[in-house]
């Protein structure tokens, strides 16, 4: 056994001996760990705000919305609502059990592992722990690699404030998440590529281990001729190139109705000079790409395709302009991967059916989009095609409402977290079936002698 893997083991064990203490299952307990998350958060603000810059030039305003506000709301949700979420669910009984009171209890898987990705890397690592805790859970944490302030970070905010037999932190990269996955932990939370999802729903197969995955995907956005195009191209241009167009769920490419095309094109055009101005670089509102393999990438998935609006790169910032690209086809190497990144890539459709197969073609998207004033053209979109979640006239923001469950679908993922389905996501629901000594019914046990004639009745009365 390698020293890496001897003191990841030695810490679950010691988180294991800890959840057995039964400490983390009072609702008073929950709630206070979870209050002193949120004052943690509040009082570090600054430093989150500093270490995202840090990591690759996210704005303050981007850090504050999309990584404290929403996990403080997330902590505050889970406070209000955790009460009930916790409380046995009584349930129907069967006549066959007659009689019984049936209930459904929530437990705590035990100690989980959250691996995290890099793209918001604070609050898609903090935000499953906020399920695990409510839960009654302890957690391990392994934030990305990629963000190696926010990592720091995240490290140490969590060693300052828990226990780290309740909470701790491993920081690394694959290789540590290779080891984690070799140890018997009771659920695995996983953000992440699809390929990565895929080796961590392996591991977790082999050792019968329950798994979230939220994956990533080519999440459609489509126009039809009849969507209010100044408003769509506004929401359109915030999901896309917010934190550089760096979001699972950004809309990945555009699928237009061919008449409003040149119209949305001009519309797309005057919203990035407004957001960003003529000069994107000298935006205090525009991040940059993570690395320079990233960077890399993408500037190569730019070629082949014209570039209608944007398309300026400058490598030693890691910088590049939002942009729109037209003249790519399906086959086009942007249309092979996902894109994650500042590049727009804008298709014509004829008619709505068509467009609605060409989605189909492609894998399960975390996301679809749809801009329409046309109801029986929305609610045919919806029915049609499958995808994690889905935005009427808007993009992103499905993911905000703690109501909503959020996840993916097929390739995009399995599972959900958010609100109750992180409570969800981190317990077991345990069916549990309970009978006094009286009254004692013995029609079930043998001699069967002629119950199987009752039996029979009893069922065509039900
Ligand atoms: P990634 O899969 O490369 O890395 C995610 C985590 O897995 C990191 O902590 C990393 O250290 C670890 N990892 C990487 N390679 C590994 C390996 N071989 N074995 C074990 N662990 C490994 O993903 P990323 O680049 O950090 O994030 C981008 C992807 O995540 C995109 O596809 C994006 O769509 C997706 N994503 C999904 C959501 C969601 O909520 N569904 C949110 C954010 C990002």
Redesign the pocket.
């Known amino acids: 056994m390698t020293a890496l893997a001897t003191s990841l083991a030695q810490q679950l064990h010691q988180q294991k001996s800890f959840f057995a203490t039964g400490q983390t299952r009072s609702l008073d307990f929950r709630k206070e760990m979870l209050r002193r998350l949120a004052r943690a958060v509040e009082q570090e603000q600054e430093d989150i705000i500093t270490a995202l810059a840090d990591d690759f030039g996210k704005p303050a305003f981007e850090t504050y919305a999309t990584e404290i506000a929403i996990l403080l709301a997330e902590i505050k949700f889970t406070l209000k609502h955790l009460h009930k979420w916790m409380k046995p669910q009584k349930v129907k009984s069967s006549f066959l059990n007659f009689p019984s009171k049936d209930y459904i209890y929530a437990e705590p898987y035990g100690i989980s592992l959250v ?6 890397p604070f609050q ?1 690592t903090l935000s499953p722990l906020v399920g695990s805790m409510a839960a009654g859970g302890c957690t391990l944490l ?5 963000t190696p302030a926010t990592s720091h970070l995240i490290a140490t905010l969590i060693e300052k404030h828990f226990p780290q037999e309740y909470i701790a932190v491993a920081q690394g ?2 290789e540590v ?2 080891e984690l ?1 070799q140890l018997p932990f009771d659920k695995i939370f ?8 895929k ?2 729903a392996q591991a977790a197969a082999s050792q019968l281990i329950p798994v979230t995955l ?4 080519k999440s459609p956005c489509v126009v039809d001729a009849s969507a209010n195009l100044p408003v769509a191209a506004n929401r359109i241009i915030w999901g896309k190139f917010i934190n550089a167009g760096q979001t ?1 769920v950004a809309p990945d490419y555009l699928l237009v109705q061919e008449t409003v095309l040149p119209a949305l094109l001009e519309q797309l055009k005057k919203t990035i000079q407004t957001f960003y101005t003529d000069h994107p670089q000298d935006s205090p509102d525009y991040a940059r790409i993570i690395n320079d393999r990233h960077f890399e990438r993408l500037s190569r998935l730019m070629q082949d395709a014209t570039v209608y609006y944007g398309g300026h790169t400058d490598a030693s910032q890691r910088f590049i302009e939002p942009t729109v690209l037209t003249d790519v086809t399906w086959q086009h190497p942007l249309m092979q991967e ?1 894109i ?1 990144g500042p590049l727009l890539p804008v298709l014509p459709f004829k008619t709505l059916p068509e467009a609605i197969d060409q989605i189909n073609r492609q894998g399960k998207p ?1 996301a679809l989009y749809f801009f329409s004033e046309d109801k029986a053209a929305q609610e045919l979109v919806l029915e049609q095609t499958s995808s994690g979640g889905a935005c009427i006239n808007d993009t992103v923001s499905h993911l905000a409402n703690p109501h909503l469950p ?3 679908v097929g390739p ?2 399995q599972g959900n977290y958010h609100g109750k389905a992180s409570f969800d996501a981190f317990s077991h629901h345990k069916s549990v079936l309970k009978k006094s000594f009286w009254p004692e019914v013995n029609f079930r046990y043998p001699p069967y002698q002629d119950k199987l004639n009752w039996m029979k009745k009893a069922f065509d009365w039900l």
Not at 115 to 120: D, E, Q, V
Request: with cysteine; charged share 10%.
């Open positions: 691996i995290g990705a890099w793209n918001y898609l392994k934030p990305s690699e990629l990269g694959p998440s290779q996955l996983f953000t992440g590529s699809t390929a990565v999802g080796m961590v939220e994956l990533g995907g699972c996902e994650f975390l959020f996840g993916g995009s993922g």
